[in-house]
């Protein structure tokens, strides 16, 4: 178990470098002139050569990237003073620790991926379920319609429609802002339920039908009407051979997904205003804030890398055959 986690940390390094790389390469391939966006409009050549040499910007390229990767790990000094690591750099357009903003972007973030997570993985697994379990009948039916209409819908329209309807016309929901949990756990929920519903909504609709279709597909399987057929309870069947082999390819997704979401949900982010990890992200991209990205890039990187190790380490552990291959 110990060698498999160890190739699969080992090739997540090696995955991170290259994104890393690729990023730092393409993003500096880009006409912009970084140092000129963090001088101002009344730029003299004078001030822009200072900045440059303030942050490294006229070296060559590989060692721009080399001092890049090293910060990470060692800290690095800048005209400004000294950046501990992990240090991402100074933003091009505030002059603010990359570190420091992407740390308070990210309760925003972790808190709408845990929420969201929470919410469609228990609705839309068990939705999945009940559909299996009266395949055919008109529950199964209904089910199927609403997961297909679900899955139609796009965050951004029916994020905005919510908004009208539940905040500004019936005043029955909050409107969607991050508070601190520690501070007021109460406030912290009325402030996310709303954005939790909306992103859940296209999760909730492709879980239920996945689930549905592994589930009818387990109560086909030779075993599991060996069971059946030896007269064991309908339950059990259902629980505990059909549900066994259909978890796995469930956990797969689900791990994938919640990766994509610590990386940063941008579209809720931006419908409900919440400054989070993918809102910097955009942001980051449209000012050409080199730096800003490349932490964004490298933490979402890394969320995403993260979970899939976990998911590899849950596999092992339900499979001897994954670890032993």
């Known amino acids: 178990m110990l060698r498999f986690l160890t190739r699969r940390t080992l090739g997540a390094l090696v995955i991170l470098l290259v994104i ?4 730092f390469f393409l993003f ?17 050549p004078a001030a822009l050569k200072i900045i440059n040499e303030n942050l490294g910007l006229d070296q060559p390229v590989p060692v721009q990237y080399w001092d890049f990767m090293v910060g990470i790990f060692a800290g690095r000094d800048f005209a400004v003073g000294h ?3 992990p240090c991402f750099g100074y933003s091009f357009v505030n002059q603010e620790p990359v570190w420091g903003t992407i740390v308070d972007r990210f309760p925003t973030t972790l808190s709408l991926a845990i929420g969201g997570a929470a919410v469609f993985l228990t609705v839309g697994v068990g939705i999945g379920l009940l559909a299996a379990a009266r395949r055919g009948t008109w ?20 994020g905005v429609l919510c908004l009208a309807l539940f905040v500004s016309n019936l005043g029955i929901m909050d409107q969607p802002a991050y508070h601190s949990f520690t501070e007021n756990p109460g406030q912290w929920f009325a402030g996310m339920l709303l954005p939790w519903l ?17 589930m009818v597909e387990q109560l086909q399987e030779e075993h599991v009407r060996a069971a059946q057929a030896k007269g064991m309870a309908r339950r059990t069947v259902f629980f505990r051979y059909a549900m066994r082999g259909a978890v796995a390819p469930i956990i797969t997704i689900f791990g994938m997904d919640l990766g994509s979401l610590f990386g940063g949900a941008m579209i809720t982010e931006y419908t409900f205003t919440l400054h989070g990890i993918g809102r910097l992200a955009v942001e980051s991209v449209q000012l050409t804030d080199l730096p800003m990205l490349m932490g964004v890039m490298l933490i979402s990187a890394t969320a995403i890398v993260f979970f899939n190790i976990v998911v590899d380490a849950v596999y092992a552990l339900l499979d001897p055959r994954v670890r032993l291959a």
């Open 198 to 214: 909306v992103l859940s909504m296209i999760f909730i609709a492709n879980y239920s039908r996945m689930t549905r279709s592994l």
């Open 28 to 44: 500096l391939a880009l006409p912009a002139e970084p140092a000129r966006l963090a001088c101002g409009k009344n730029c003299d």
């Open 20 to 23: 890393s790389a690729v990023t």
């Open 139 to 158: 529950l199964d039916k209904v089910f199927s319609s609403l997961s297909l209409l679900g899955s139609s819908m796009q965050i951004y329209f029916v």
């Open 83 to 85: 950046c501990d690591a």
